[in-house]
């Protein structure tokens, strides 16, 4: 049988450079100016470097961005140190200039142009007027552009001037009108050449994105421009007024495009209500005109020409869904709702509105529309909110909870609160808890104080129907939360006394757990805060424990394994942070319980109940001293009981109390290295790989815990005197703890060690290594002047490291690779090889199982011959040959230096051995075959080189020529070898195959394997015939007693260390 030779392990020979991913850093991109600026800056220079233009020069030819951010940060200094009189100065003029040009030129997300802008703000006050001046005169440059792919980076511009710069703001002020009609020019031009581009979805959505930032900047425009407030006095004759309308023609016209991007139909619908808003008179009209625009009830008589003009697609057509929609949109945020401003009209066009909401509901089918209007309904109820603080008694009355607008809004919540969108149902929980809102005040404050909310009938009913549907519905959990934030939970516990028990229940079922365990926490912290209010002593605590604690330990008890691990992961940890006292009642009713129901293999019972909350509650900081809680909370007997249950679960929660803490420092207490040690002895032959796994990643936290809190306590043995008081010191002398943890880690080490004994099982050798190696991890060789408590290399002997060397010999290669990181991880000081003789011995042992019929051996000589190398413990014979280059190479890092040379010299040894059995199994397959595979050869040059840093060589000459012999001897190998291994055959190539070509190849295998055949069933290549039949006879005949003709010995005995 052969090893088919990978691709691969071939490729890895010619890869010796190696591609390096580096961490992205943040670039400021240099900030540069066009030629005559820099002419003028270089003129305006003086020979001292002083004045601004020698500042700025020396800026702009920075090719740094950050550094010139640097530069840009002393504008304002240095002209604050200039004279008053210097605002005439032509130098300062032209820098100014200039400055507002590189303003312009940067690119808006670059940091520089916000440094900038910042530092113009700060410019001394005599020195606006000429800043303002040379900012609206480059604006206006900009502004001229006609290039339609430039008209992005002029918007930016704008957007960016209006955005807290208020040097910017005051050019914008200066050429609003300029302004105005660059936006309507652009937003033309882009339109027509998005139409052009229609089904080139790239450039079209690069143009769409400008149409959408053009859009938002003339709603940024009109907002934050004061002259806009009185636009309306101004003649319809006025270019500002001509661009006005011309603007609100365009974005009716996106509003009502569907091919444009929902985004920009919906920042039209605001664009479009603002500028109505803005420019319609008298403004106690316009929740009038909004109404019938809405409502498709416009009279065209009543009017303005302009705004029918503007608007006619609203006005005499009818209009698509999303159309109202995003007029529904606009006007709910572009129009001020608060303290009763917009009037009865203002109540009414509120309740249209909606009333047009819950149309489009039953018709929307489109889910990105859906969420508009979920999130539209949300706004809509805010607004409610807002105008029901100030209304009149009738909007009261139509929005109170017994209303048709308030049933209508619950059955939108009922039918979307399970929708597939996460974000729309986020909108109805909103939705919800502002329908309580609006509610309460719908109510007179008489009726409030005459009545508590619970009371109430509308909240009575619908805290009832809330409470019947099943448990399994999931908008149920956020709706209730909402009650009880709202009237709290007395009133529900009332209804549902056992409702903590119902929602218990259903944790078991991971997609309702989030839901559940953020409800119990809402509904335990309000009943909490209640009681306590209420309360003349400490009794009420009872109630609160009998009512969410009681419910909880039962689950932990009885419920199912599902239950449990949710419960614990979720809820637990939330009841203790809420009341962190709870835990004593906990482990009381516990350790009664416990006595009564330690439980079994399938069974956690009280016992695994009561380590599953100790570990949690110290896992969250709430036992703040170990020692104390072991003493007053579970006794020595208990936790031993824990430590060897029979259920693997109470196991490890009994290990990770023992071992996990808030507190990475906190000092490891002698009981609890005691329980480590007893635990140790009895699990480290665990099964289950899921369960191995957790104890040997506890355990690296507890030994983690011992390194750092060692270093504190070196510190403390230091300076003690100076924290004799303080609260966090160990009650006994740190040397003493230092010592204990020293002891501590040895009979770790040495039960570990104890458990490598010859014919351990896989688990237990598994478990062993595992956290020895953490050990070796965690507790370092120290440098410099770094304390450590332990080293594992000084409980390495010569019989634990022959124990290590032994472990390769297993045939899991997870053992050896565990056992070779293991060996890797020591000194080199730990392996001293003084007899020269066994050194020899043990390479010769590696290279005979690297020519192993046994597949394991070759991995097994493959992790010797790497230890060798890096241990640089190679027989003195085979290095003889570099002793010349590795002279040569002294003067560099030593340590890659040696493991390079020490690769080089195993490969070379391994090229030779194989280059001689390649040139008998050309003559001989079959002989290869039985003594000595191909394969366990290349396995170990594959595994040296993949050790090997091949980006970093320095021997390069030495490398050439070998690197040239193992491609060419891959070659041979590959031509030996196919005849066997090249087929398409998923079982490879056997005599059987119908394909006469495959056939064929096997005739130089046959010819060598027909003298020793004694059945004559080699003597030709069989070819099935194809026949729709066959002869069971014929096949029997075909099958003759195959005699063991011969016996195929190998040449050499396998010798194991």
Known sequence: MFVGVSQKGWLLLILFKMGVKKKKEMQVTALTICHQDL???????????????????????????????????????????????????????????????????????????????????????????????????????????????????????????????????AGVNNLLKNVLHFLQKSLIEISEENRKFAGNHIVQTQLMNDLLVGTRVSVMLVQKIQDFQRIHLKTSGSPTWQSMCGLLSIFTKFLS?????????STSGLAVILFIKAMFHPPEKIPDLISSLLLRSVDCTSIPDWFLNCC?????????????????QGTLTMLDWQNGNMGLSGEALLLNIVHVLFTLSSQIKESTLELFLSRILASWTNSAIHVLESSSPSLKDSLNGNSSVVGRLLEYVYTHWEHPLDALRHQTKIIFRNILQMHQLTKEKSDSEASG????????????????????????????????????????????????????????????VPYASDLLETMFRNHKSHLKSQAVDSTWIDEWHETWVSPLLFILCEGNLDQKSYVIDYYLPKLLNCSPESLSYMVKILQTSADAKTGSYNSRGALGALMACLRTARAHGHLQSATDAWRNLVSSARMKQGLIHQHCQVRIDTLGLL???????????????????????????????????????????????????????????????KHESDNELP?????????????????????????????????????????????????????????????????????????????????????????????????????????????????????????????????????????????????????????????????????????????????????????????????????????FPLYGRVHCITGALQRLSLNSLRLVSEWRPVVEKLLLMSYRLSAVVSPVIQSSSPEGLIPMDTDSESASRLQTILSEIQPRDTNDYFTQAKILKERDSFDLEDLNASVPNIGASAEIKGKRNRRLL
């Open 731 to 931: 009650k006994q002398h740190p040397s003493v703890s230092l010592q204990q943890y020293k002891n501590f880690m040895s009979s770790i080490c040495n039960r570990l060690f104890e458990a490598l004994f010859p014919g351990s099982s896989y688990p237990t050798r598994f478990s062993a290594l595992t956290i020895l190696g953490s050990i070796a991890e965690v507790f370092p060789v120290p440098e410099g002047q770094v304390q450590t408590v332990y080293q594992l290399s000084h409980d390495i002997d010569v019989g634990r490291f022959q124990t290590l060397m032994e472990c390769f010999t297993s045939t899991f290669e997870e053992v050896k690779i565990l056992a070779f990181d293991l060996l890797m991880k020591l000194p080199k000081t730990v392996v001293q090889f003084q007899d020269s003789e066994k050194l020899q011995g043990l390479f010769q042992a590696a290279l005979e199982l690297s020519s192993s019929t046994k597949p394991y051996d070759c991995v097994t000589a493959s992790y010797l011959l790497n230890f060798l190398i890096w241990q640089d413990a190679l027989p003195s014979s085979l290095s003889a040959s570099l002793q010349t280059q590795q002279a040569a190479c002294g003067d560099g890092d030593k340590s890659a230096i040696v493991v390079e040379r020490n690769t080089l010299m195993v490969i070379k040894c391994l090229l030779e051995n194989l280059e001689e059995e390649v040139s008998q199994a050309e003559n001989s397959l079959l002989q290869a075959a039985a003594s």
């Open 312 to 328: 006619r697609s609203l006005c005499c057509t009818d209009v698509s869904q999303s159309t109202l929609l995003f007029l529904c």
């Open 39 to 169: 002419e003028t800056l270089r003129s305006l220079a003086d020979v001292e470097g002083k004045n601004l233009a020698s500042l700025l020069l020396h800026c702009v030819q920075l090719t740094d961005g950050v550094s010139q951010i640097h530069y840009v940060k002393q504008i304002v200094p240095l002209l604050e140190k200039a004279d008053k009189n210097g605002a005439c100065d032509p130098t300062i003029r032209s820098c100014l200039d200039i400055l507002a040009g590189i303003y312009l030129s940067l690119s808006v997300k670059n940091p520089l142009k916000k440094v900038l802008a910042s530092s113009l703000d700060g410019l001394p006050e005599f020195f606006l007027t000429e800043a303002i001046q040379s900012f609206t005169s480059r604006l206006q440059e900009e502004l001229n552009t006609t290039h339609l792919y430039s008209y992005r980076k002029v918007t930016d511009n704008i957007s960016s001037c209006m955005e807290n710069f208020d040097l910017g703001r």
């Open 453 to 512: 909310l619970a009371a109430d009938r509308f909240i009575c009913d619908l805290t009832e129907s809330l409470l019947r549907l099943e448990w399994h519905v999931k908008g149920k959990y956020a709706c209730l939360g909402c009650l009880v934030d709202y009237i709290g939970i007395g009133h529900i516990l009332a209804l549902a006394k056992t409702i903590p028990s119902q929602i218990l229940e259903v944790m078991g079922d991971q997609s309702l």
């Open 257 to 265: 495009d569907d091919d444009l991007l929902q985004t920009i139909q």
């Open 659 to 721: 071992c996990e803490s808030n507190r990475s420092t906190e000092i490891v207490s002698m009981e609890e290295m005691q329980w480590i040690q007893f635990f140790i002895t009895y699990n480290l032959n665990s099964q289950s790989p899921g369960v191995r796994q957790q104890i040997c990643s506890l355990l690296k936290k507890l030994f983690c815990r011992i390194q750092e809190s060692s270093q504190v306590l070196y510190k403390l043995e230091q300076s003690r005197s």
